[in-house]
């Protein structure tokens, strides 16, 4: 009985996660720390985005002064973005990550993927939705509820890091 409370209580929730450029050169790795947190990974995609659907992506972000740098990294190798359903999944994988900064990350989360991977604060290995309504627009994103999904790695012809 209290389980089926404990059950009734949890919020299930979706989120957007996704392996940035850097992240894929560790991929065994990053996923190693995925599986073993236990999150349920239902839809997974690889591929490239090319500037104008990076803009899009990151437009909250276009007046920010690292806008460019973000923009040349997250376009510079291919990416993995999948959907973790989960209870509290947004906030759940967030925490997962760490902060923003991996060096910031290394001090108050040493455990968290970005502590134990990132690169600087530009290639910091991962990303997740910061909030339910970023998840679903997120999500909405790489896998489309109707019309054209974005290319995948290779093939897609609009890809210029994977020529
Ligand atoms: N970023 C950066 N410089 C900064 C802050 C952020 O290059 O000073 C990049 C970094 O890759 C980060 C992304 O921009 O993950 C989005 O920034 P945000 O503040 O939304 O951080 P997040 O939600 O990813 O932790």
Redesign the pocket.
């Known amino acids: 009985e209290e389980y089926t409370r404990r059950k009734l209580s949890e919020k299930k929730e979706k989120t957007l996660g996704m392996i940035?450029p850097d992240g894929v050169e560790k991929l065994g790795q990053i996923l190693d720390e995925i599986y073993k947190r236990g999150f349920l990974l239902t839809r997974l995609r690889m591929c490239c985005l090319d500037r104008n659907q990076a803009f899009r992506f990151?437009e909250?972000?276009r007046d920010?002064?690292?806008f460019n740098?973000?923009i040349d990294?997250?376009t510079s190798g291919p990416i993995i973005v999948f959907e973790i359903v989960n209870t509290n999944a947004v906030d759940n994988w967030?925490e997962a990550?760490g902060?923003?900064?991996p060096s910031r990350a290394r001090t108050v989360a040493p455990t968290s993927i970005r502590a134990q991977y990132g690169i600087d604060?530009?290639?910091?290995v991962v990303?997740?939705s910061?909030s339910a309504a970023s998840a679903v627009r997120e999500l909405e994103f790489f896998f489309p509820s109707s019309g054209p999904m974005l290319p995948n790695t290779s093939k897609g012809g609009n890809c210029t890091c994977c020529l």
């Open positions: 940035k990151y909250e972000h920010k002064p690292f740098a973000l990294y997250i967030r990550i902060p923003t900064d604060v530009t290639r910091n990303h997740g910061d």
